[in-house]
């Protein structure tokens, strides 16, 4: 079946650095990719769609300055929290579905814990 | 009130019960999902249904359109179906947008 490898599984930096999140498609071309956010004992929130080669579409409230989005490649896509503070620790996790009809299932990685100390 | 509500919240069970989780939803929708996520955090993704019904190995996922409604069971569970249960729909009018439930709980003790 379609795999998605995220990485890291886990970060720990201190407030003000920016930390880099990948999230790969291994074995599909991924037209689209989703960031979401989870925090403790709550569903997940999506941040952002990302189409190859665009600009990501923002949910309301996400701070696109803040997070990052690039998606330059049919493989790959990447979140990058810029001058992360405590408040931006949580559990960040990407989809991807491939080419066609965009009623399909997504597919997710394992997630990246994130703490910001 | 949540677009995507499920209950129950927890459940616990023994090896071997037959178990169900539902969901209900309030908004126009193209597909309903069910996903598994592990303690870890991974997701994996179950069903994706629009009608009907569907059977995978010991899992059944069934919807009602007219009720927006749907149940995902578990026959013979076992304490390694032991994750989070979480129901999502496909927007109609933006069929790439998931709204999640807030997830069941499960825990099958042997």
């Known amino acids: 079946g379609a795999v998605v490898s995220q990485h890291p599984s886990w970060v720990i930096c201190k407030s003000g650095t920016s930390v880099k999140i990948e999230c790969r498609s291994l074995?599909?071309?991924?037209?689209?990719m989703f960031w979401y956010r989870q925090f403790p004992k709550q569903s997940l929130m999506l941040m952002a769609t990302?189409?190859?080669?665009?600009?990501?579409?923002?949910e309301q409230g996400v701070e696109k300055d803040k997070f990052l989005i690039n998606h330059a490649s049919l493989t790959l896509s990447t979140l990058t929290v810029t001058s992360a503070h405590p408040e931006d620790s949580s559990f960040y996790i990407c989809?991807?579905?491939?080419?066609?009809?965009?009623?399909?299932?997504?597919?997710f990685g394992d997630g990246t814990r994130l703490s910001i100390l | 009130k949540n677009e995507v509500e499920q209950s129950p919240q927890n459940l616990t069970a023994q090896e071997g019960e037959f178990i169900t989780i539902n969901c209900s939803y309030s908004?126009?929708?193209?597909?309903l999902h069910w996903l598994q996520q592990h303690p870890g955090g991974g997701i994996v993704s179950l069903f994706m249904?629009?009608?009907g019904k569907k059977k995978h190995g010991r899992l059944i996922a069934t919807i009602n359109i007219q009720e927006k409604h749907s149940s995902l069971h578990i026959t013979a569970s076992h304490p390694r179906d032991s994750a989070v249960y979480i129901c999502?729909?496909?927007?109609?009018?933006?069929?790439?947008?998931?709204?999640f439930g807030t997830g069941t709980r499960l825990q099958v003790f042997p």
């Open positions: 989809s991807a579905r491939g080419p066609g009809p965009s009623n399909q299932p997504q597919h």
């Open positions: 074995d599909f071309q991924a037209t689209t």
């Open positions: 990302s189409n190859e080669g665009s600009k990501a579409t923002y």
């Open positions: 908004v126009g929708i193209s597909a």
């Open positions: 249904l629009s009608s």
């Open positions: 999502a729909v496909s927007l109609d009018y933006n069929t790439d947008k998931l709204i």
